[in-house]
């Protein structure tokens, strides 16, 4: 019951948080709105056992990532956005498709998967065991990722360069 | 309990409203956050299957999908900050050129 409650009500705020990115201008409105979603998709990972993962929706997502996010929209000083002319045919055509888009996938997810509660006693994704699955049997692709932050973090000085330097 | 039908949902509705954003945001910066959104979406619908198989493997997965999504922010916003420089705007509009 419990569960129940507390999906219901982060879920909501989840679904709220992901509109209200969509209907706020000013970009600033739309990252917090969007630190709001992570939040409490970090509690609803929580529901599900996963520790680790909720641990770092909230570290990465919710505190590097979208402070990067908020760095930016500041450094660079972003206004609300602009109004463009919508066109007519995206309204006629795209309410009815976005309508049945909806309905099959709705209709496949509740076909396809079974009303029972979803069991979750007994599993936990801690950091111990997900430290042992990550330096055992994933530690080729974990190496691989630290070549990936890498280039990452060399390619995003090398674009940020004031231009002119080189 | 609840159902796991009822988490999907979420995550498609989440992943619907990244699409949406992506399609009608002008504004470059939240266009990038509609990505981000859409990755929350993918990541919930692992951790939901790792809870229904009972299989840590989805865990691991998510972590992956967090590191290329930093690695992606790091490396758009430094795009964006380029565009910016060249162009004086953030409107998607506007950058409707290749060249610099």
């Not at chain 1, 976005?98 to 709705?106: D, H, P």
């Not at chain 1, 692709?141 to 390619?155: D, Q």
Request: with cysteine; charged share 10%; net charge positive.
């Amino acid at each position: 019951m419990l569960h129940i409650v507390l999906f219901l009500f982060f879920g909501a705020l989840c679904l709220g948080g992901a509109i209200n990115l969509l209907a706020q201008r000013h970009p600033i409105s739309s990252a917090l709105s969007l630190i709001v979603v992570m939040g409490s998709l970090a509690v609803i990972y929580l529901l599900l056992g996963a520790e680790f993962v909720a641990a770092i929706q909230i570290i990465i997502y919710a505190g590097a990532i979208m402070v990067l996010f908020t760095f930016v929209i500041m450094l660079l000083n972003a206004g609300e956005e602009e109004r463009t002319k919508g066109n007519n045919l995206a309204l006629i055509v795209g309410l009815p498709g976005l309508l049945l888009g909806g309905s099959v996938i709705a209709w496949v997810i509740l076909k396809g998967m079974p009303q029972t509660g979803l069991a979750i006693a007994g599993f936990r994704g801690s950091a111990p065991e997900i430290g042992r699955l990550l330096f055992r049997d994933y530690l080729l692709p974990f190496e691989v990722t630290s070549v990936l932050i890498l280039i990452a973090i060399m390619g995003a000085v090398v674009l940020a360069r004031p231009r002119g330097e080189d | 309990m609840v159902p796991i039908s009822w988490y999907l949902m979420l995550s498609a509705l989440l992943f619907g409203c990244g699409v949406a954003g992506f399609l009608i945001k002008r504004n470059i910066i939240t266009i990038f956050m509609s990505i981000e959104l859409m990755l929350n979406a993918v990541n919930l619908t692992f951790v939901v299957f790792a809870a229904k198989w009972q299989m840590l493997s989805g865990h691991i997965f998510v972590f992956f999908v967090m590191v290329v999504a930093a690695a992606e922010a790091a490396v758009g916003l430094a795009i964006i900050i380029a565009v910016f420089r060249t162009r004086e705007t953030l409107n998607v509009d506007r950058v409707n050129l290749l060249k610099l």
